[in-house]
């Protein structure tokens, strides 16, 4: 069975810093991987998908990358904002439409 | 675009009672999945169905739970008898299965407390 895990469990970090959250999974067979946002109380807003054939993609602020033979991937947000504080999510897609969800990285952006 | 839609938002019940949440999936839509999400297990996967075809309900904890969709635009998901155990935020998500990226698009979820 797939495994998602996302280190760290939180990170604080001052605002305008630079900074990158990182998903790992086991089975390297993905069709693609999702970035969502959450914010407390709220449903999941999704960020990024990068298909298996892609190396990364780009939106604002937010670069996703992804490693399918190492089974990794990353979120860099540039410029951090108090606004980016929320815990963010990755979420893998495998084969049978199976999706499976890492414990998310609870963001604090300090202003 | 609405978006997906769910109710109620917040549900508080007691113990033994049933409990029906609902879905709206986003039109267009041919797949919509049941997510359940706590602290102590993060978001699991419950149930998704397929052209209003259950596909895969292994995630369904227990047969005091069951999903219906009747047709493509509501879905519902019964818990009966609740327990306390079953208190958590229960998520519907909706995606266009023919289309490449199958991206994921949730709704703002049922918060569930059972007393």
């Known amino acids: 069975k797939q495994e998602v895990t996302q280190i760290p469990a939180a990170l604080s970090v001052p605002e305008g810093e630079n900074l990158v959250l990182n998903c790992s999974f086991t089975?390297?067979?993905?069709?693609?991987l999702q970035w969502f946002r959450q914010d407390p109380g709220k449903g999941l807003t999704s960020l990024l998908l990068?298909?298996?054939?892609?190396r990364e993609q780009t939106s604002g602020r937010l670069n996703a990358s992804l490693d399918k033979s190492s089974g990794r991937s990353t979120l860099y947000i540039a410029a951090s904002q108090p606004g980016d504080s929320a815990t963010y999510l990755c979420a893998v897609r495998s084969p049978g439409n199976q999706f499976y969800f890492g414990t998310g990285t609870s963001l604090t952006v300090i202003p | 675009d609405a978006g997906v839609i769910q109710s109620p938002r917040h549900e508080v019940t007691e113990m033994g009672q049933e409990v029906t949440l609902r879905c709206k999936p986003i039109?267009?839509?041919?797949?919509l999945f049941w997510y359940r999400q706590t602290m102590m297990r993060g978001l699991e996967l419950l149930i998704y169905?397929?052209?209003?075809?259950?596909?895969?309900d292994s995630g369904m904890p227990e047969d005091r739970f069951s999903a219906k969709m009747p047709n493509a635009s509501f879905s519902t998901l019964k818990i009966q008898p609740s327990e306390p155990r079953d208190s958590a935020v229960y998520f519907c998500a909706s995606t266009r299965r023919d289309l490449s990226s199958y991206e994921q698009y949730f709704g703002p979820g049922t918060r569930l407390t059972v007393t």
């Open positions: 039109s267009g839509h041919n797949s």
């Open positions: 990068i298909q298996s054939s892609q």
């Open positions: 089975d390297s067979a993905i069709y693609n």
């Open positions: 169905f397929n052209n209003n075809v259950p596909i895969d």
